[in-house]
């Protein structure tokens, strides 16, 4: 098993030197593949979505491939086969579905979202089922994933929103940046004499493996923060979404070579929860906060102690005002100190060091000390 998943992990590292710029998205169908989800590419032509697809089915040793740039003239003949001719002699309406779609292991659909409304029913079925009628026969494909591919995101129709959300994955990808990049891909760098390949057996070996990776009641209750988080911003993707997400993080992990989930394997969720581009800057900044909010918390904590040390250092009229100032200053450092005592709790759970927290609680008490000492001096001076 070690030695299938160090191919697989190798495949993913010719990719990756080979296609500049694609190293999450290389990631991503990587982690469908292994969870047998669906994964979506946004971006104009010309940015090697094919391509990658079409080069990791070639890794799997037999599996079958099927493309198809789909528009609003595409007929199902096209993707699912022609009529058959001898089925209709026999009354029996069926297609002749060798070399089609439902005898796909991996399947690229460009422009995906502009087929007619009887191909968007059928492919439908067969992302939610892997299942396909042909004529009264209910057959079982070998469907592991379907890639998609668009210039634009669908509009808010029914049946295309349908579709859109059965992609669990999304990306969007756009033309190489990076100069020093464009020049290696022009160079043509990047190209593997050797190319790594993995058998469907192999592949099937990984995908169970993945589902005895660790998932901690930590991760799930950062999930459970960043769906609350995100439902206030008006960002809200189905439960079913944040179901599916789980095998992904476990995907995630297992190609990390990881038994359990990390915290930082949510950082892949930003690829899973948005539905308009717009939202994935908002969502990256909510998952940063779930995963690193508390060091924030604790900084600003401090921020306020060194505040009420200063407020107390202040020339106060009279001794009623000095002790009253005082007072003030020591509560709200107790509430403090009692919301420091919630963050070492937290980070426990989680499994986080409470070394910076215990630096600042011990600050804090200094502090504490000077003020009521300041105290205690003040009221002598005005004595």
């Given amino acids: 098993m070690e030695r299938t998943l160090e191919k697989l992990k190798q495949i993913e590292k010719e ?4 296609y500049f710029e694609r190293d999450q998205v290389i990631e991503g169908a990587f982690c469908a593949l292994l969870t047998q989800n669906h994964l979506l590419l946004i971006g104009p032509p ?23 740039l789909l528009t609003k003239f595409t007929t199902p003949e096209e993707l699912f086969g022609a009529v058959s001719l001898k089925g209709l002699e026999n009354d029996e309406y069926r297609r002749v ?7 796909a292991h991996i399947a690229f659909l460009d422009e ?12 439908l079925t067969i992302m939610n089922e892997r299942v396909y009628y042909n004529g009264s026969d209910k057959l079982h494909i070998p469907l592991i ?25 999304r990306y969007v990808v756009d033309y190489i940046k990076e100069d020093f990049r464009f020049l290696k891909m022009l160079d043509g760098e990047g190209a593997q004499a050797e190319e790594t390949v ?19 009641s930590n991760i799930l209750k950062l999930t459970a923060r960043i769906r609350k988080e995100l439902a206030k911003k008006g960002i809200t993707p189905s439960d079913r979404r944040y179901k599916q997400s789980v095998d992904l993080l476990k995907a995630k992990a297992y190609l990390d070579e990881r038994q359990e989930v990390r915290e930082e394997d949510l950082r892949f969720l930003e690829n899973v929860l948005w539905r308009e581009p717009s939202e994935i800057t908002e969502i990256q900044s909510v998952i940063h906060q779930a995963l690193y909010g508390y060091k924030d918390r604790v900084r600003e904590l401090l921020i ?5 040390d200063e407020y107390s250092k202040r020339e106060w009229e009279s001794e009623d005002m000095l002790i009253k100032a005082n007072i003030e ?27 910076d927290i215990a630096k600042v609680r011990d600050d804090i008490e200094v502090i504490q000390k000077k003020i009521l000492d300041r105290l205690i001096t003040g009221k002598e001076e005005m004595a």
């Fill in 15 to 18: 990719l990756k030197s080979k």
């Fill in 46 to 68: 010309g940015t090697a979505k094919s391509q990658i697809v079409s080069e990791m089915c070639g890794r799997i040793q037999g599996a079958s491939y099927f493309q198809w």
């Fill in 97 to 103: 579905i060798t070399g089609k779609l439902p005898e």
């Fill in 112 to 123: 995906v979202f502009k087929a007619s409304s009887s191909i968007l029913n059928t492919l």
């Fill in 145 to 169: 994933s379907l890639f998609g591919a668009s210039n634009e995101l669908p509009s808010e129709e029914d049946e295309l929103e349908a579709l859109y959300d059965r992609f669990l994955l």
């Fill in 198 to 216: 993995i058998t469907p057996e192999e592949l099937e070996e990984c995908r169970l493996s993945t589902q005895g990776v660790i998932i901690p």
């Fill in 304 to 308: 306020q102690a060194k505040e009420l």
């Fill in 329 to 355: 200053a020591q509560t709200k450092l107790k509430q403090i100190g009692a919301s420091l005592e919630d963050l070492v709790v937290e980070c426990e759970e989680r499994g986080k060091s409470t070394e």
